[in-house]
């Protein structure tokens, strides 16, 4: 006998559990499946995010920050604390706790909001039906009037470097490890290979970074880029640009990596390696053969601006679809989703998703780069504002970095905004909020910040972009 449901959710991952709540907000009856398996064998909800992706990272990215900061800056400030010794086994005990907290807290959610959690497999049949097999249990059927695949996405995994979750891993992997590597090999400088080599470096391992592309961080603005690398560098991390993995080699003690570096083959040996070259959408095991999904050549499903697939009634959401794989995107999809099938109007503005590197300093950015303006051939002005100019970050110790706006000549508007420097995560938020109310230069620079705050570097910035700063020379 089959079960009947407004809406199956296929996953309970950022976009997946968000999803289902907003669906049962809006009075509709609602399951959502997730076979998510924690390497101590429980299940839980959350997906990669809250389980070993953006949650336990940020976790481990603020202990090993205060560590460094404890050891080499404290002193600065006139504290004294002595040696200052790492306890391995704590910190990632806390990172565990708050992971359990969290997942935890989405099973309490669902529980609130009467959305039924339902843990094993699910697979999508023709005819908007679910199969759905429990982990200890047999196939159940179930009926959908809309269903929403949510299934996320997953490492990838290199032919000539496979994981053997001990010395060749994956970002998982390497968040848990239980002793700090003497040397770590990470292969991609991207942002999940900058934010682990920022932690263990932080913690005591000398890392290297090996990256095929040319351009550090070529998804950001150039200026912004220099900034963040010179900083890196100076910290201590390798990293290595144009150099191209061509084999890697498990021993008994470590891994021997080999790459090309300006067509001249190099050997490195390594205590382990972090393979980080970026993630596949997660699709395995999930459709029938006459479920009707359409792919792209990628392995993306395939959706229109609204996340429809080729199905009637038949949607998918966050890391499984183009875009970028950012939890917030695929959170605001889940919603919009949910809207449409609730008969509302809903939308996901997508030239307005900010993105955040959570290293120190952070990086952050929303809409386009100076160089994409330029490229599209619209009339640009651009101001920056250095964090070494502000009185907040000069007390915090932390003066890297700037703040750079890029706006349109003719009609002031605001096309993208460019942070690297202290809590580049949070200030980026003003930003976003300002450019989905397109509002212009002269707007930001109208509104009053509070004095002293990091914050005052996007009104210099704004500022600057007309040669009016007040704090800081002008062009």
């Known amino acids: ?73 404290f002193k600065k400030h006139g504290i004294k604390t002595g040696k200052v010794e790492l306890d391995l086994e704590a910190m990632q005990k806390r990172r565990a706790g708050i992971v359990r907290q969290l997942t935890n807290g989405i099973a309490g959610l669902f529980k609130a909001n009467k959305v039924e959690g339902l843990v094993g497999h699910g697979k999508l049949l023709a005819g908007k039906q679910v199969e759905f097999t429990p982990v200890d249990g047999e196939p159940q059927l179930l009926n959908a009037g809309s269903v929403i695949i949510a299934t996320g996405s997953t490492p990838i995994e290199l032919p000539f470097a496979k994981f053997d979750d001990k010395h060749i891993v994956d970002s998982w992997n390497a968040i848990e490890f239980s002793e700090v590597p003497k040397r770590l090999g990470i292969i991609g400088a991207g942002v999940i290979g900058l934010e682990l080599g920022s932690v263990w470096s932080r913690l005591g391992s000398e890392v290297i970074i090996i990256e095929a592309m040319h351009d550090f961080l070529f998804m950001t603005d150039r200026e912004v880029a220099a900034a963040a690398g010179k900083d890196f560098r100076k910290q201590g991390l390798d990293i290595r640009l144009g150099a191209k993995l061509t084999g890697a080699k498990a021993g008994k003690k470590g891994v021997t990596v080999e790459y090309e570096d300006a067509g001249i083959p190099k050997t490195l040996e390594v205590d382990k390696l972090v ?65 449409l099938i609730a008969g509302h109007v809903a939308e996901v503005n997508y030239d307005v998703i900010p993105s955040v590197i959570y290293t120190a300093p952070e990086i952050a950015w929303v809409g386009k780069t100076e160089q994409e303006v330029k490229e599209s051939g619209r009339e640009y002005k651009t101001g920056s504002f250095p964090f070494a100019a502000s009185g907040r970050a000069k007390a915090m110790e932390q003066t890297t970095g700037m703040v750079k706006i890029v706006s349109a000549v003719d009609d002031d508007e605001v096309l993208g905004v460019h942070i690297v420097g202290p809590m580049a995560g949070e200030l980026i938020a003003e930003a976003v909020l300002a450019m989905e109310f397109a509002a212009s230069t002269e707007d930001i620079q109208r509104t009053i910040h509070a004095h002293p705050t990091l914050a005052e570097a996007m009104h210099e910035a704004a500022l600057a972009v007309d040669n009016k700063a007040l704090n800081y020379p002008n062009k």
């Open 275 to 339: 393979v980080a070259v970026g993630r596949r959408p997660f699709t395995d095991g999930l459709f029938a053969d006459d479920a009707g999904i359409v792919l792209d050549e990628r392995g993306f499903i395939k959706v229109d601006d609204e996340c429809r697939t080729h199905v009637k009634g038949v949607y998918a959401v966050g890391d499984c679809v183009r875009g970028p794989m950012l939890a917030h995107k695929g959170s605001e999809e889940g919603v919009m989703v949910a809207d």
């Open 1 to 73: 006998m089959s079960k009947s449901y407004d809406v199956v959710v296929i996953g309970a991952g950022p976009a997946g559990y968000v999803a289902a709540i907003r669906a049962t907000q809006l009075g509709m009856s609602v399951a959502c499946i997730d076979e998510w398996q924690n390497k101590d064998g429980t299940n839980a909800f959350g997906g990669t995010c809250l389980n070993a992706g953006c949650i336990p990272s940020k976790v481990l990215l603020e202990s090993s920050e205060l560590f460094h900061r404890a050891g080499n800056e």
